[in-house]
């Protein structure tokens, strides 16, 4: 299992795959440990029991196929030209079968692809969530034009399709892209079929997810990733809790059960509605968010004399920012736990928490994307 055709292509989706899994994840934790050993002790990574298979999310670019067709894939390593993708080793295997039933439907429907140069066609990406606790599959259609022909005749093919290959589709959105970008959705959507989003279960906790949501691509790790951070807070269920960069609320929802109240801080706007109906659909009566950039919120927070027991952050590829940091240490939480998604950035994190009277009593890193050169990693900070 452990090569792909696509490799000699030049995809870029799987750096890795050559390399044994063991040998990748002693890899991956020896350069964590070179990153952060110097904070604290870093402890052996978690791996998966089965490294493939694993993306619950994919996203497929169309292009022109012999014959007048369309098909999709991925682009090339460093490039914009599109390589077809009939089947992934990363992906979930309903989903490789839910975009050959997409692919067939817009065949079907005689659709063109959109094409980058000429600013011509009409569909630009699929882009496919499946909940795997619930079997539930979103088909979001990215089209460059507002109107999709035949849209009805569209959403019938597709089920049929899908039901050929035995596979479901919850919930189909067009969504409506014009712009010159390689940002793969737009900001208007509309329904074609379903509610327009699905349902998925983590962690003891249940989430509606909308096209746009952020939300992990590996539920397995996901919830290994969650479950140690919830641990590294050694909550008692007397703490005030804050969640920055808290996306649609999956820390801290995770956490809500073991803490006195717990209120979210994030930047986008769709992913806090989703926080907020999640936590009532959860029957979550103690977790307030806010829209807010978590940077000035938090010096807002701490200006103000707002006090957090335990602080949960999450922040993306670049890390946090020094003001953010400064502002966590005016708040003189007893406890930080630091989630990264990029070690080198975390490292630059520590060593401005570690000057503000932070000590970092360990770290875990989490393998969340295997087969890739990515690594999580779960830091927990107490305050001298």
Not at 255 to 273: H, I, P, T, Y
């Amino acid at each position: 299992m452990s090569d792909c055709k696509l490799r000699a292509k030049n995809c870029g989706g799987c750096p890795l795959l050559g390399l044994d899994y063991a040998a990748q994840l002693k890899q991956k934790e020896s350069a964590v440990r070179a990153l952060l050993g110097k904070y604290g002790p870093v402890h052996p990574i978690r791996g998966m029991d089965v490294p493939y298979r694993y993306r619950n999310k994919v996203i497929s670019t169309f292009a022109p196929a012999a014959g007048g067709k369309l098909t999709s894939g991925i682009y090339a390593a460093r490039t914009h030209k599109v390589l077809p993708v009939e089947s992934c080793l990363l992906e979930d295997e309903v989903l490789d079968k839910v975009l050959l039933a997409v692919r067939a439907a817009a065949n079907r429907c005689r659709y063109q692809p959109y094409n980058e140069d000429r600013g011509t066609g009409l569909l630009r990406h699929c882009l496919l969530r499946r909940a795997v606790a619930t079997g539930q599959v979103m088909v979001v259609l990215v089209t460059a034009q507002p109107v999709l022909p035949g849209a009805k005749n569209f959403v019938r093919y597709l089920l049929e399709e899908a039901e050929t290959r035995g596979v479901p589709v919850t919930t189909v959105v067009q969504n409506y892209n014009p712009r010159q970008t390689s940002v793969v959705l737009g900001e208007a959507e509309k329904v074609l079929y379903g509610k327009g989003f699905i349902l998925d279960t983590l962690c003891g906790k249940t989430y509606a997810l909308s096209p746009r949501s952020f939300y992990q691509v590996n539920p397995v790790q996901t919830a290994v990733l969650y479950g140690l951070a919830v641990d590294a807070a050694r909550l008692t269920g007397k703490e005030t809790v804050l969640d920055a960069y808290c996306g649609i609320g999956t820390i801290g929802l995770t956490a809500s059960g073991k803490a006195k109240q717990v209120v979210g801080v994030e930047l986008n706007r769709d992913a806090v509605r989703d926080a907020i109906g999640n936590a009532k659909h959860n029957g979550v009566k103690n977790a307030r968010f806010f829209a807010a950039d978590a940077t000035a919120w938090i010096q807002e927070a701490a200006e103000a004399g707002q006090r957090a027991d335990v602080i949960f952050m999450d922040p993306p590829r670049e890390g946090s920012t020094p003001r953010f940091l400064e502002s966590v240490a005016r708040m003189a939480p007893k406890r930080v736990v630091y989630v990264s998604c990029n070690p080198e950035t975390m490292a630059r994190d520590l060593a401005l928490l570690t000057q503000k009277g932070y000590r970092a009593e360990g770290f875990v890193p989490v393998d969340l994307f295997p087969q890739t050169a990515h690594c999580e990693v779960v830091g927990a900070l107490s305050r001298l």
